[in-house]
T-cell receptor, first 114, second 112 residues
Framework: DAGVTQSPTHLIKTRGQQVTLRCSPKSGHDTVSWYQQALGQGPQFIFQYYEEEERQRGNFPDRFSGHQFPNYSSELNVNALLLGDSALYLC?????????????FGSGTQLSVL | EDKVVQSPLSLVVHEGDTVTLNCSYEVTNFRSLLWYKQEKKAPTFLFMLTSSGIEKKSGRLSSILDKKELFSILNITATQTGDSAIYLCAATGSSNTGKLIFGQGTTLQVKP
């Protein structure tokens, strides 16, 4: 039973560039959430996708956008990268939409912005 | 603004010691409190608590929630080097159940 998988594992970009991170949820899960974890901090909620729509959003600028596909996989896009976007980006999945708070996390994508 | 605060931020103990990690929260329409263990990268689920005063146990780990005083503790008995990790506490509110509000985490190092 595959867990949550994310790609790539590491990424190096320069300021101003754009990046796309990918996530496949755990088998049987239909809801995907994205979190940003800066060094030494807890994860911060970016947004959540269910039924191919963004259902909830945290305090992140519009430079952060996402998508969910019919197979429940998801992408996180970040435009006009800033140095402060350097962080571990975690994808989490759950089953049954917005009412299930028990999340399963992937191993993340480590993004470095130079 | 909703917030979760963990203490201590870091802890160093020796194998066999017992540790207590603390988590306090202020969340509108509180629904649940979750504990995760983060080794390397992926946080792994430990416990979810919704009822006050009911202890959840899994092996040497246990956790309890106090909804009156707005805190939770995670106890680890007979610690082992494999318990070394970051322990994350998160809370949810009923208006945003899918959004976990995390604390800063407690970094636990268990020395042989």
């Amino acid at each position: 039973d595959a867990g949550v998988t994310q790609s790539p594992t590491h990424l190096i970009k320069t300021r101003g560039q754009q990046v796309t991170l990918r996530c496949s949820p755990k088998s049987g899960h239909d809801t995907v959430s994205w979190y940003q974890q800066a060094l030494g901090q807890g994860p911060q909620f970016i947004f959540q996708y269910y039924e191919e729509e963004e259902r909830q959003r945290g305090n992140f600028p519009d430079r952060f956008s996402g998508h969910q596909f019919p197979n429940y996989s998801s992408e996180l896009n970040v435009n006009a990268l800033l140095l402060g976007d350097s962080a571990l980006y975690l994808c989490a999945s759950s089953k049954g939409g917005l009412a299930n708070e028990k999340l399963f996390f992937g191993s993340g994508t480590q993004l470095s912005v130079l | 603004e909703d917030k979760v605060v963990q203490s201590p931020l870091s802890l160093v103990v020796h194998e066999g010691d017992t540790v207590t990690l603390n988590c306090s929260y202020e969340v509108t329409n509180f629904r649940s409190l979750l504990w995760y263990k983060q080794e390397k990268k992926a946080p792994t689920f430990l416990f979810m608590l919704t009822s006050s005063g009911i202890e959840k146990k899994s092996g040497r780990l246990s956790s309890i929630l106090d909804k009156k005083e707005l805190f939770s503790i995670l106890n680890i008995t007979a610690t082992q080097t494999g318990d070394s990790a970051i322990y994350l506490c998160a809370a949810t509110g009923s208006s945003n159940t899918g959004k976990l509000i995390f604390g800063q985490g407690t970094t636990l190092q268990v020395k042989p």
